[in-house]
């Protein structure tokens, strides 16, 4: 039996940079934690490479190339990432699923751009699955394709997973396709969020959009029934707690050891996102230098920031943003031996990242709104036998576990200051239990338990309605 997960995008993404394909890992927290997965199911990925092309040679190049790994490409035109991609999912689902209401377009050809998009993901499922095998959705970009999938086959197996925050139901209520998108997610058997509370706002909308109750935490449609449950994704903790032992990341460790030895690091590392903080960040960092000058010249902040949607103009004008502060923060308090902000605009190997973790004193991890964060578990991971702290907004999903980190809220600039210098005196001992403690949880709820947990789920929720449909 095959386990067909199905995202927007694929693990892999295929660039063109001089004329032959290229072909490397994706950023984002959906692929980089599910393509580590292992199951017992026989493992395809449906998703978009990540590059438009239209010649058919090149489409069937990269497709003979995806099919090796059991990827399936769903090609996309520039159209449909102008208005299903960069328009209805990041400039109308993705802001107001984040609180950014003001942010929020709508625009019926975006509107019209996603439903054809996701009939298009739906045509490859139905050209692809066979009985028995199962389908696993994930995240907002694909919320009609459970219904477009239910009404082709009304006995297909489908999981849906919501990897962002689901807002209250009084911000869900300004989507005028808000009825729509309810009806797709239903489509579902069992549908899973990483938190409680995202799962309630969803019962909430359900039931004031819909008119339809909840028992407890199910709903009954027609002959089937949905079922929703709270599994918060986890990491592959020991591909990041080992790392440290692999000869390549010792030496970068070396190599950062020698560049910030003498400082204390801070290391924030980021999708470029309005939802992530990062200029309240910049400010919280800001405010520390000018109210602690006797830590000047001995901490570092190393700010990663991975380039991403930059057509979106909200991206677009983040960036101008973040540049403009970091130069104004540099040019404030550098001296001839230490710039305060170390600036990156691009991703880094998964080698040279574990071994930033490693080495960094403190994580600052303080998103505005974030559906669960990998970045402050991977941190936490990566601390195999040494000191760190963690600081996290209360507003990010890995809040409700990692309760051992210096909880703040972001939007309080004063909160970020007063953190970053209980991080810096707080005794080694301290950190180490406080580590110890997250990475107690962080090694049993891993990527492959929060899979099993949701396969499960799944699997009890279709046994239940294969036998509602005989009855
Ligand atoms: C978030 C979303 C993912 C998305 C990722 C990267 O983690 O939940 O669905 O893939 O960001 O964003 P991008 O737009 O580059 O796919």
Redesign the pocket.
Known sequence: MKLYII???LPVKVANPNGTFVFSR??????TGLDSLETSYEKHWIGWPGICVNKEKDKQEINEKLLELNFHPVFLSEAHIRNY?EGY??STIWPMCHYFYAYTLYKKCFWQSYQVVNQLFCDEICRLIRPGDKVWI????LMLLPGMLRKVYPELCIGYFH??PFPSYELFRILPERAEILKGLLGADFIAFHTHDYMRHFISAVERVLHIDFKLDEIQIGNRVVRVDALPMGINYELYHNASQNPVVRQAIDRNRTLFGNHKLILSVD?L?YSKGILHRLHGFSSFLEHHPEYHGKVTLAMVIVP??DHVGSYAELKTKIDEEIGSVNGRYSTMNWTPVCYFYHGFSLEELTAMYYVADIALVTPLRD?MNLVAKEYVASKCDNTGVLILSEMAGAAVEMTDAIQINPNDSGQIENAICQALEMPAEEQKLRLQRMQKILSVQTVNKWAADFVNGLDMTCMKNDSLRKK
């Open positions: 995202s927007n995008r994706s950023e984002g927290g959906v692929t991609y999912s990041n994930q995240d907002y970009q990897h962002i999708r996102d991403s949607r559906g």
